[in-house]
Protein backbone atom coordinates (compact mmCIF):
# COMPACT_ATOMS: atom_id res chain seq x y z
CA UNK A 1 0.00 0.00 0.00
CA UNK A 2 2.77 2.45 0.78
CA UNK A 3 4.78 1.69 -2.35
CA UNK A 4 1.59 2.10 -4.65
CA UNK A 5 0.99 5.46 -2.81
CA UNK A 6 4.46 6.53 -3.34
CA UNK A 7 4.61 5.67 -6.63
CA UNK A 8 1.07 7.83 -7.78
CA UNK A 9 2.76 10.70 -5.71
CA UNK A 10 5.69 10.49 -7.95
CA UNK A 11 3.52 10.34 -11.30
CA UNK A 12 1.56 13.53 -9.49
CA UNK A 13 4.52 15.25 -9.47
CA UNK A 14 5.98 14.21 -13.16
CA UNK A 15 2.53 15.18 -14.07
CA UNK A 16 2.71 18.30 -12.08
CA UNK A 17 5.96 19.26 -13.58
CA UNK A 18 5.14 17.80 -17.35
CA UNK A 19 2.10 20.46 -17.21
CA UNK A 20 4.59 23.13 -16.55
CA UNK A 21 6.83 22.61 -18.82
CA UNK A 22 4.66 22.32 -21.56
CA UNK A 23 3.30 25.79 -20.09
CA UNK A 24 6.78 27.15 -20.27
CA UNK A 25 7.14 25.76 -24.13
CA UNK A 26 3.75 27.36 -24.80
CA UNK A 27 4.90 30.62 -23.57
CA UNK A 28 8.31 30.40 -25.38
CA UNK A 29 6.71 29.67 -28.46
CA UNK A 30 3.87 32.30 -28.44
CA UNK A 31 6.61 35.01 -28.32
CA UNK A 32 7.65 37.54 -30.76
CA UNK A 33 10.30 36.43 -32.97
CA UNK A 34 13.89 38.15 -32.09
CA UNK A 35 13.86 41.74 -33.95
CA UNK A 36 17.17 42.58 -32.79
CA UNK A 37 19.70 40.23 -32.32
CA UNK A 38 22.37 42.75 -30.57
CA UNK A 39 20.20 45.22 -28.00
CA UNK A 40 22.72 47.39 -27.46
CA UNK A 41 23.22 49.20 -23.79
CA UNK A 42 20.98 51.79 -22.83
CA UNK A 43 22.31 55.17 -24.41
CA UNK A 44 21.76 57.20 -21.46
CA UNK A 45 21.16 57.27 -17.78
CA UNK A 46 17.51 57.89 -16.66
CA UNK A 47 16.98 60.65 -14.14
CA UNK A 48 13.59 58.46 -12.56
CA UNK A 49 12.15 61.40 -11.09
CA UNK A 50 11.69 63.04 -14.56
CA UNK A 51 10.66 58.95 -16.02
CA UNK A 52 7.68 58.44 -13.80
CA UNK A 53 4.32 59.92 -14.98
CA UNK A 54 2.39 59.33 -17.88
CA UNK A 55 3.50 57.84 -21.24
CA UNK A 56 1.29 56.79 -24.68
CA UNK A 57 2.73 54.09 -26.44
CA UNK A 58 3.56 54.75 -30.28
CA UNK A 59 4.23 51.34 -31.49
CA UNK A 60 5.62 48.14 -30.08
CA UNK A 61 6.39 44.16 -31.03
CA UNK A 62 2.83 42.19 -30.57
CA UNK A 63 2.71 40.18 -27.61
CA UNK A 64 0.26 37.46 -25.87
CA UNK A 65 -0.08 40.19 -23.89
CA UNK A 66 -1.16 43.16 -25.11
CA UNK A 67 -3.16 40.74 -27.99
CA UNK A 68 -6.48 42.19 -26.72
CA UNK A 69 -5.27 46.20 -26.42
CA UNK A 70 -6.73 47.50 -29.50
CA UNK A 71 -6.46 51.43 -28.80
CA UNK A 72 -5.71 53.78 -25.73
CA UNK A 73 -2.36 51.96 -24.22
CA UNK A 74 -0.83 53.85 -21.75
CA UNK A 75 1.53 53.59 -18.85
CA UNK A 76 1.86 55.18 -15.80
CA UNK A 77 4.76 55.07 -13.24
CA UNK A 78 5.25 56.43 -9.95
CA UNK A 79 7.94 56.24 -7.43
CA UNK A 80 7.78 54.40 -4.16
CA UNK A 81 9.14 55.46 -1.03
CA UNK A 82 11.51 51.96 -1.03
CA UNK A 83 12.92 52.91 -4.54
CA UNK A 84 11.03 50.57 -6.59
CA UNK A 85 8.01 52.20 -8.65
CA UNK A 86 4.77 51.71 -9.79
CA UNK A 87 3.44 50.67 -13.32
CA UNK A 88 -0.28 50.86 -14.19
CA UNK A 89 -0.81 49.72 -17.65
CA UNK A 90 -4.12 50.49 -19.16
CA UNK A 91 -5.69 49.86 -23.03
CA UNK A 92 -9.04 49.76 -24.40
CA UNK A 93 -10.25 46.22 -25.81
CA UNK A 94 -11.88 46.08 -29.38
CA UNK A 95 -15.25 46.19 -27.17
CA UNK A 96 -14.52 49.47 -25.36
CA UNK A 97 -14.06 47.96 -22.24
CA UNK A 98 -10.97 49.11 -19.95
CA UNK A 99 -7.89 46.76 -19.05
CA UNK A 100 -4.96 47.39 -16.91
CA UNK A 101 -2.45 45.49 -14.97
CA UNK A 102 -0.39 46.61 -12.31
CA UNK A 103 2.85 45.48 -11.52
CA UNK A 104 6.44 47.06 -9.60
CA UNK A 105 9.45 47.52 -10.92
CA UNK A 106 12.55 47.79 -9.60
CA UNK A 107 15.87 49.10 -10.71
CA UNK A 108 18.71 46.38 -11.30
CA UNK A 109 21.45 49.14 -12.39
CA UNK A 110 21.74 51.84 -10.17
CA UNK A 111 24.14 53.36 -11.86
CA UNK A 112 22.32 54.77 -14.78
CA UNK A 113 18.49 53.33 -13.52
CA UNK A 114 18.52 52.64 -17.53
CA UNK A 115 17.44 49.14 -16.66
CA UNK A 116 14.61 47.79 -14.62
CA UNK A 117 12.71 44.47 -13.85
CA UNK A 118 9.23 44.62 -14.13
CA UNK A 119 6.72 42.08 -12.12
CA UNK A 120 2.57 41.46 -12.98
CA UNK A 121 2.66 38.21 -11.41
CA UNK A 122 4.07 37.70 -8.63
CA UNK A 123 7.93 36.86 -8.08
CA UNK A 124 8.55 36.87 -11.95
CA UNK A 125 10.33 40.00 -12.97
CA UNK A 126 11.03 40.54 -16.66
CA UNK A 127 13.66 43.05 -18.25
CA UNK A 128 12.73 46.53 -18.81
CA UNK A 129 15.49 48.83 -20.44
CA UNK A 130 14.91 52.36 -21.36
CA UNK A 131 17.66 52.25 -24.62
CA UNK A 132 17.19 55.52 -25.47
CA UNK A 133 15.19 58.50 -24.66
CA UNK A 134 14.55 62.53 -25.39
CA UNK A 135 17.33 64.84 -23.20
CA UNK A 136 13.71 66.33 -22.42
CA UNK A 137 11.89 63.09 -21.76
CA UNK A 138 9.63 63.09 -24.50
CA UNK A 139 10.21 60.00 -25.81
CA UNK A 140 11.52 56.89 -24.76
CA UNK A 141 12.41 53.72 -26.49
CA UNK A 142 12.17 50.66 -24.24
CA UNK A 143 13.16 46.79 -25.35
CA UNK A 144 15.38 44.08 -23.11
CA UNK A 145 18.43 41.80 -24.04
CA UNK A 146 16.61 39.05 -26.13
CA UNK A 147 15.48 41.73 -28.86
CA UNK A 148 11.64 40.29 -28.45
CA UNK A 149 10.39 43.11 -27.22
CA UNK A 150 9.91 46.82 -28.27
CA UNK A 151 7.67 49.65 -26.95
CA UNK A 152 8.40 53.28 -28.48
CA UNK A 153 6.65 55.63 -26.09
CA UNK A 154 6.13 58.95 -25.97
CA UNK A 155 4.12 62.03 -23.61
CA UNK A 156 1.47 63.05 -26.14
CA UNK A 157 -1.07 60.91 -26.84
CA UNK A 158 -0.82 61.89 -30.99
CA UNK A 159 2.40 62.89 -31.59
CA UNK A 160 3.13 64.02 -35.45
CA UNK A 161 3.83 61.58 -38.05
CA UNK A 162 7.03 63.10 -39.11
CA UNK A 163 7.59 62.35 -35.01
CA UNK A 164 6.43 58.90 -35.28
CA UNK A 165 9.17 58.29 -38.02
CA UNK A 166 11.93 59.61 -36.39
CA UNK A 167 11.05 57.57 -33.51
CA UNK A 168 10.78 54.89 -35.81
CA UNK A 169 13.90 55.41 -37.28
CA UNK A 170 15.83 55.89 -33.90
CA UNK A 171 14.62 52.07 -32.92
CA UNK A 172 16.23 51.16 -36.46
CA UNK A 173 19.71 52.85 -35.67
CA UNK A 174 19.43 50.79 -32.51
CA UNK A 175 19.33 47.71 -34.33
CA UNK A 176 15.91 46.86 -34.44
CA UNK A 177 13.89 45.41 -37.40
CA UNK A 178 11.10 48.00 -37.21
CA UNK A 179 8.59 46.32 -39.94
CA UNK A 180 6.44 44.38 -37.35
CA UNK A 181 5.38 47.09 -35.56
CA UNK A 182 2.11 48.04 -34.18
CA UNK A 183 0.72 51.31 -34.48
CA UNK A 184 -1.18 52.17 -31.63
CA UNK A 185 -4.68 54.18 -32.03
CA UNK A 186 -4.91 56.66 -29.32
CA UNK A 187 -8.20 59.00 -28.43
Same mark, same amino acid.
Not at 24 to 52: C, I, M, T, W
Given at each position: ????? =??L?? %????G? !?A????????????R??????????PA?? !??? $??Y??L &??E??R? /????????? *??????????? /???????N?C? =?????L????G =??????GG??????? *??????Y????????????? &?? %??????????? %?? *???S??????V? $?? !???A $?????D? =?????????
Amino acid at each position: MKRST =RLLAG %IGVAGG !VAVAASAAVLFLLDRHPVGNRSVPEPAKP !VDL $QRYVGL &WFEVARY /DQRFERSCK *SGVTAAYSLRA /DGSVDVTNRCR =RADGSLKQAHG =RAKVVDGGTNAKLKV *SFFGPFYGDYWVLDRADDYS &WS %IVGEPSGRYLW %IL *SRRSNPSPDFVR $QL !VRRA $QELGYDT =RPLLYTRQP
